[in-house]
């Protein structure tokens, strides 16, 4: 059987329960490949029996709401799977299987949270704000993952005076710290007014880039395996 | 705001310095700017491959000292400028508030007497802390001969303070730098360890260097042996403290006849960071990696050396040797021992769970069983040969540059290189 959900963890949670005892299970959120003769099922969320997962998986793993939510926001093709196997085996065995690397189903999904867990902290460091008219910071992002409201914590503790905006461009979405609050909106896209010093301050940014390379050790390869391609896009210094 | 013309001065002559690292500090946003970020945080990376976390800067290149190595020494025909602290501050802040950099790493040549110098940059962080209000982070360079109550008064503000050794010896530091002594880099070094450990006991408030202290060395300006800058790397982390120990391998920026005319290789630099980690991180001492006159093998990482050296040890059984044993073990590293003391507490393993959980065997294959079964070879000499970088002695290497060049540009080795990770 084929399980088409909307990717929420509350339809995730009831599919598992329907997928449970399906050893044929197929989960999705994205495509799938229909074959002759395959069943498929829509799954919606349904409040109360994702508590009832939610309870049952809890009592056996005081962690796994938060590896599914970090399962979940991961944009490998695969990620349905590896969570539903993730949580298949973590209800069959009845104790937490976190550390049970030998295990097909948790590598997966350790390396699955592994990926999702690096690019948190790459983009700690990629985010490139620009500074608008008002004083607010701006900046676009479009990471492989769905990471931008995780990005708000560690921005805010830093920058409590300064309101920013995170903006995923990709999935169309924003997280929004206005000075006081933080929220996640829908965003497609951003009409920004910079401010007067904003351009000065990114050709600064660029000149001192090239002034503290050092020529005569040309590692491109190394460069890029550190900072891949992808991420450049809104990065002042590979820009022009 | 700083001039273009200016950054670029003082950024070409910072570049050098090989430290970057802005881990160690959890300081607390106090409703300023900025905090500390304890496991560091790159930024960008440029196309030699290096990270940019901290913005690297001398307050001035207008030198009294004449270290023949440096491109900012008093004989040299250079422009010579130096920033105000206004602009030192206003420039971290732009840069911090648009997550470019992690925070300042400020060194300076010494302009005008070492008091002066540490005057300048002890003003620089004291305004940005109090009237700039940046809890960021911040790695200040201490001038030698500079007074010690400047060095104190200047921990009190930065997150990380060095003195760069930047020779391995003595007799070098006075041939190639005549104007640092021995102490001049020694004696603040000890005053800082000993003010740390006396402000930590009195718990009192604020902050004295949280992320302490590192040095520097320049490695093949000078001749002394691989053994002898471990066994200084390993009294400098035992006696001092110290965080890290950087090597940089030198680079002929100036022309002199104390001085070689040949960059020194990279592999070497490499090789030393390995034993340097091996020192840190995996229980080694340096009289187990080499002789005191000896140098590292070039052709084999040092605890693959070691490990040839003492095959009588090997093979050890993964799913019962010790996490200490496992670490031992070529080929398996810090993270991989870990891995393997998880995994195995819930089922046997083999070398194909081995490898599923990433444990690379290239290496460690010939130096462990998994449940009782061997995969390496058992002929010692084939073992060699097969684990050999392919790199036989420093006459074949410096003839041959750009072969080993083609061997750090190899993606992991010149991740490991940079890391330092074996």
């Given at each position: 059987?084929?399980?088409?959900y ?32 395959s ?116 921005f805010?503790?830093?920058?409590p ?16 710290y ?14 920004i ?5 904003e ?12 002034g ?28 022009g | 705001?700083i ?36 496991a ?14 901290l ?49 300042l790493?400020?060194s ?5 007497s070492?008091?002066?110098?540490m ?16 809890y ?25 303070m ?34 740390k ?9 604020g902050?004295?260097?949280p ?33 890290r ?25 490499h ?19 080499l ?5 590292l ?52 393993l ?54 080993q ?18």
């Amino acid at each position: 059987m084929i399980y088409f959900y909307d990717g929420s963890k509350d339809a995730f949670l009831t599919a598992f329960l329907l997928a449970y005892n399906d050893g044929d299970a197929t989960l999705t959120s994205g495509s799938a490949q229909l074959s002759i003769g395959s069943q498929t099922v829509f799954v919606q969320a349904d409040f109360s029996r994702a508590r009832r997962a939610e309870k049952r998986l809890l009592a056996i793993d005081k962690g796994s709401m938060r590896d599914l939510s970090v399962l979940l926001r991961s944009g490998d093709g695969d990620r349905d799977m590896v969570a539903l196997d993730y949580f298949k085996f973590l209800a069959k065995t009845g104790r937490p299987v976190r550390e049970m690397l030998a295990e097909d189903c948790v590598l997966a999904a350790a390396e699955c949270m592994r990926r999702v867990g690096n690019e948190v902290h790459r983009f700690h460091g990629f985010v490139r704000f620009m500074e608008t008219g008002c004083g607010a910071l701006y900046a676009p992002i479009s990471p492989d993952n769905d990471i931008c409201d995780l990005l708000v914590p560690h921005f805010r503790a830093r920058l409590p005076g300064f309101p920013f905006v995170i903006h995923d461009v990709k999935r169309k979405k924003a997280a929004v710290y206005d000075g006081e609050h933080t929220f996640l909106a829908p965003l497609d896209r951003a009409e920004i007014v910079l401010s007067a010093g904003e351009e000065k301050w990114q050709a600064l940014w660029r000149d001192y880039y090239d002034g503290v390379n050092i020529p005569s050790r040309k590692r491109l390869k190394q460069m890029r395996g550190y900072m891949p391609v992808r991420y450049w896009k809104f990065m002042p210094e590979k820009k022009g | 705001m700083i001039s273009e013309s200016k950054l670029k001065i003082l950024t070409e002559s910072a570049k050098y310095d090989v430290s970057c690292s802005s881990s160690g500090s959890k300081r607390k946003n106090g409703g300023g700017i900025g905090n500390g970020y304890a496991a560091g945080c790159c930024h960008s990376f440029t196309p030699d491959g290096r990270c940019i976390s901290l913005l690297k800067i001398l307050m001035s290149n207008d030198c009294v000292f004449n270290c023949k190595y440096c491109m900012s020494r008093a004989d040299a025909d250079v422009p010579r400028v130096s920033a105000t602290p206004e602009e030192i501050c206003e420039l971290t802040i732009d840069f911090y508030k648009r997550n470019y950099i992690e925070g300042l790493f400020l060194s300076s040549a010494v302009h005008k007497s070492p008091d002066y110098t540490m005057e300048q940059l002890l003003l620089t962080v004291k305004k940005l802390r109090t009237e700039y209000g940046f809890y960021g982070y911040i790695h200040l360079k201490g001038i030698p001969h500079a007074h010690e109550s400047l060095v104190r008064e200047a921990a009190k503000y930065a997150d990380r303070m060095s003195y760069n050794i930047e020779l391995p010896s003595e007799k070098s530091l006075k041939l190639l730098a005549p104007q640092k002594s021995r102490e001049s880099l020694l004696l603040p070094m000890e005053q800082l360890r000993r003010e740390k450990v006396a402000f930590q006991e009195e718990k009192h408030k604020g902050h004295f260097l949280p992320a302490g202290q590192t040095t520097q060395m320049i490695v093949g300006a000078s001749p002394e042996k691989d053994g002898q800058i471990i066994r200084l790397t390993q009294s400098l982390y035992r006696t001092f403290g110290l965080k890290r120990v950087y090597y940089s391998s030198y680079v002929p920026v100036v022309r002199d006849p104390l001085l070689p005319d040949m960059p020194t290789g990279e592999l070497r630099e490499h090789r030393l960071y390995q034993a340097d980690w091996l020192l840190r991180f995996y229980g080694f001492d340096a009289e187990e990696l080499l002789e005191e006159d000896g140098d590292l093998s070039l052709e084999f990482d040092p605890k693959c050396a070691w490990a040839l050296r003492n095959l009588h040890l090997f093979p050890v059984e993964v799913n019962k040797a010790p996490v200490e044993v496992l670490l031992r073990v070529p080929g398996i590293g810090a993270r991989s021992a870990y891995k393997i003391a998880e995994a195995r507490k819930y089922a046997s393993l083999t070398f194909e769970t081995l490898a599923k959980m990433r444990v690379v065997l290239k290496r460690a294959r010939h130096f462990i069983t998994a449940g009782g079964k061997f995969y390496g070879s058992e002929n010692s000499a084939a073992v060699r040969g097969m684990l050999s970088s392919g790199v036989r002695t420093p006459v074949q290497m410096s003839m041959f540059a750009d072969g080993q060049n083609a061997l750090l540009s190899d993606f992991e080795t010149a991740r490991s290189a940079l890391t330092g990770e074996l």
